[in-house]
């Protein structure tokens, strides 16, 4: 384990379903992200959370939102979600400064 | 043209080989660079982090940081067939502060 936990680790889901993927750090990082990675494309960043605050929303469609009650914790709310969604969405976290991201195993989603 | 450039593969080596893989970049104000290795069904773990230009070594592996080609370099010494994983740079700095910017990662195969 990373110290970065995902869960759950697989999910499929129907494109009415509504669903909640779930990321938990405890190494006292400031940081925590959501990317999503789809085969054959680079790491999409999706959000941003800085001390609990959204600072970064890269143009994420509205099925997708986000809530991060407390910095340990970050979640990714799913409602009606396309085929295109399906792929591996990951959480990460870092501290403050430029020392890298430590990621979790991610959420393996299908939507069918 | 992508921010960062990196060859997708498939690289396949004989167990023993040097392993060269390189990412190009166009942002001259990325000052720190990083690899990620990734195996299957997990999230990328750190492998290597560097800062400015010049060279790194841990162990079987080196990174390389030349800033004026705006090239980077990791290379795998004795590569074993555990090294097989998809292998991401990223890098920061400059207007985008701690957050990374991904190549897409260029998958490594290294065969008994």
């Known amino acids: 384990e990373t110290g970065v936990t995902q869960t759950p680790r697989h999910l499929v889901m129907g494109m009415t379903n509504k669903k909640s993927l779930k990321c938990e750090q405890h190494?006292?990082?400031?940081?925590m992200y959501w990317y999503k990675q789809s085969a054959k494309k680079p790491l999409e960043l999706m959000f941003v959370?800085?001390?609990?605050?959204?600072?970064e929303n890269n143009s994420v469609p509205s099925r997708f939102s986000p809530e991060c009650p407390n910095s340990s914790h970050l979640f990714l709310h799913l409602h009606t979600l396309q085929p295109e969604d399906s792929a591996l969405y990951l959480c990460?976290?870092?501290?403050?400064?430029?020392?890298?991201?430590?990621f979790g195993s991610g959420t393996r989603l299908t939507v069918v | 043209q992508k921010e960062v450039e990196q060859d997708p593969g498939p690289l396949s080596v004989p167990e023993g080989a040097i392993v060269s893989l390189n990412c190009t970049y166009s942002?001259?104000?990325?000052?720190?660079f990083m690899w990620y290795r990734q195996y299957s069904r997990k999230g990328p773990e750190l492998l290597m982090y560097?800062?400015?230009?010049g060279n790194k070594e841990d162990g079987r592996f080196t990174a390389q940081v030349d800033k004026s080609s705006k090239y980077i370099s990791l290379f795998i010494r004795d590569s074993q067939p555990s090294d097989s994983a998809t292998y991401l740079c990223?890098?920061?700095?400059?207007?985008?502060?701690?957050?990374?910017?991904f190549g897409g990662g260029t998958r490594l195969m290294v065969k008994p």
């Open positions: 990460a976290s870092s501290p403050q400064g430029a020392e890298g991201y430590t």
């Open positions: 190494l006292g990082h400031n940081a």
């Open positions: 959370y800085n001390f609990k605050e959204q600072t």
């Open positions: 942002n001259s104000a990325f000052q720190y």
């Open positions: 560097t800062y400015s230009s």
């Open positions: 990223a890098m920061s700095g400059g207007n985008a502060g701690n957050m990374l910017t």
